[in-house]
């Protein structure tokens, strides 16, 4: 709307800038909603401070008025006077973001001294920026390797995916982020890690767990806390972006987790209805899925027009599986390119990772991995369901057929082979080596116990052995999963021998 040029209005001179800013005057305030009359020059997304150095964000644009939200838990009062800087907000980019704990406006807060900033990574904050489009982006083709055998063998993830998590409390969420930070940053990939409206405890643990045993090199914790003010909240996950997209168009890979998005969702529903806006169903703005939508199409490959680089998206959502027809998380799903269910049942019987497998999905990771490994992770997720089947009509106490027994002791074997402890990275060609020998006698005619006796030994045998070189180069072609297994076959009798050592 075109602002009114015949108000008079007021300004406050600055002797130190030798200019004068516009001032305006607060003539309502609603908890952090601010209407203020005055700011001619103002536009979405300014930043204005008062006397006392309180800061507010402005949201919207009348004749004579701009609407504004507090991002300092301060008290304002009608009467009281902000001004327009005249320098935009700056921002610290770049690497000595590394291994810190900063709050939305990029100021630390890990109790750690400031260091160096150099001056050319400053840049002005920008919000609601739109996504690249098509002519920037690349087709997402190369595999985001997690080390996590259940989910880079049987849902694979590419660089640039958006895959959504989400759980019950206590079902594993944490450790599984942690876990896949400290894989990333041993390949060099740049982490972020944005928490949305968490308490400082959650934020204690989670950096405990990045940047354990000097840990987290490349990663990034942004915080917004429970504590801070909703409007500061509301806006991490796009300068968490802004972050990522700095680090993208030098090339780099770059991890960025929103945790999570349920939470942010009920803090744009709590700032929109304190604006008097027409709630929507479950009483969230109208725009909600438009929201959540424009922030994940930040994410993806991108060409060399931009860069070359690419952002991967791991949104969480904090809901139970009863719950996951709701609003909320029927919008990510729509949003994202898959989702992993994570269960608090296997979390308590002491299983990892704590993923669902008849409840995830993922639609564009499969195009990144090679033939052999396509061919067997949809194998090993058919004779899953197929072992669940079986193991539920055996517990009736019925006698089974030899056929079925075979089906039982092969899925039993599969579920231990993708049992690994957390923060265990496993390469592919291991992984793809010991899924296969689960579907064969050498693992299934030896039972569990064996396996995990040996497992150590035949793990480092797989990835370091002279005879298994050729194993291990073919792991990363285009060949028949047959041909694989047949490989791997003759070179059971080295195996044979390094676990009777």
Known sequence: MKRSSKKRYEYMADPLNNFHKEVGIV????EYLLSLQGLPSAHINDLIKNEWGSRAIITA???????ALLLDSTTVKPGDRFFLEGDPHIFSFGEHLFGRTINTLGEYIDGKPAGHEPKDYNARLELNVVAKGGSFREPIKDQFVTGITFVDTLFPIGKGQRQLLFGP???GKTTFLQDVISNQNAQGSVCIYASIGKPVDDIRKMASGVFREKGGKNAIILAALSSDPSPLIAIAPSVAFSIAEFFAVQGRDVLIILDDLGTHAKYLREIALLQGRLPGRESYPGDIFYQHAHLMERSGHFNAKVGGGTITLLPVLETDIQNNTDLIPTNLMACTDGHFSLSSELRAQGYYPTILDNRSVTRVGRNTQKLVQ???GMKIIAWLAEYKEQEEYSRFGAQVSIKTQETLRRGAMIREVLHQEPFEFVPLPVQLCLLAL???PFLTGRGIPFFRKNRKVLMETIASHKSFEDVRVMAGQDV??????WLIMEKTLILENVCQQ
């Not at 003539?27 to 609603?30: L, P």
């Not at 644009?61 to 609407?67: G, M, N, R, S, W």
Request: net charge negative; glycine share 0%.
């Open 27 to 30: 003539t309502s305030a609603k």
């Open 61 to 67: 644009l009348d004749i004579d008025e701009v609407e």
């Open 480 to 485: 028949s999963l047959e041909n694989f297994i």
């Open 374 to 376: 396509k061919q067997l």
């Open 438 to 440: 689960a579907t064969t």
């Open 169 to 171: 409390i206590r079902s």
